[in-house]
């Protein structure tokens, strides 16, 4: 039983770095190059992620007269189901938000290694966040835990506000 335990457990592992090592290394992405693009990318958009997944909602639709278990599971899986798509839609929007950074540093007349260097810490963080959070997310899907995207977000962000500060730096040397 325990060399089963260990097994599970080292194949979720090695899978987890697989799928980063593939999302890293082979992201593709389309880029809506425009400066309104930039100045409208916003994590306001992915607020409702921070309380979708939220114990406090089913504890209070537990507490209700004739709400079953079968019914919290069919909410679960429909919140996944909600979350998932706002984790496919924060992951493109951070692939875009990479690539014009990269984009912005080739164009750039100076070399900008410190850029580089946190561009990839940060997609590192990302990845391995979301690695996380989707494991979470399976183990809420039956009711185990919750899933915290607070420090993804906060990623995200990061290299939002990265974009935002180049941006308008590249474009104006380039008037």
């Known amino acids: 039983m325990a060399l089963a335990m260990i097994f599970l457990f080292v194949l979720a592992v090695g899978a987890s770095l697989f799928w980063l090592v593939r999302r890293i290394a082979f992201s593709s992405t389309h880029l809506p190059v425009t400066a309104g693009w930039i100045d409208e990318l916003s994590s306001e958009r992915y607020r409702p992620m921070l309380r979708l997944l939220d114990g406090g909602d089913l504890d209070f639709l537990n507490s209700q007269p004739g709400f079953?278990?079968?019914?919290?599971?069919?909410?679960?899986?429909?919140?996944?189901?909600?979350?998932?798509?706002?984790?496919?839609?924060?992951?493109?929007?951070?692939?875009?938000?990479?690539?014009?950074?990269?984009?912005?540093?080739?164009?750039?007349?100076?070399?900008?290694?410190?850029?580089?260097?946190?561009?990839?810490?940060?997609?590192?963080e990302f990845a391995t966040r979301m690695a996380t959070i989707y494991f979470r997310l399976f183990l809420y899907r039956w009711g185990f835990c919750g899933v915290d995207v607070t420090g993804l977000v906060k990623t995200f962000d990061a290299v939002r506000v990265q974009l935002q500060t180049l941006a308008p730096v590249t474009m104006g040397m380039e008037a």
Request: hydrophobic share 40%; aromatic share 6%.
């Open 68 to 124: 079953t278990q079968n019914a919290a599971a069919r909410v679960r899986k429909q919140r996944c189901q909600i979350f998932r798509g706002y984790l496919r839609c924060l992951s493109n929007d951070f692939d875009r938000v990479c690539l014009a950074i990269k984009l912005l540093m080739l164009q750039a007349r100076d070399d900008r290694p410190d850029l580089a260097t946190l561009l990839l810490r940060h997609r590192v």
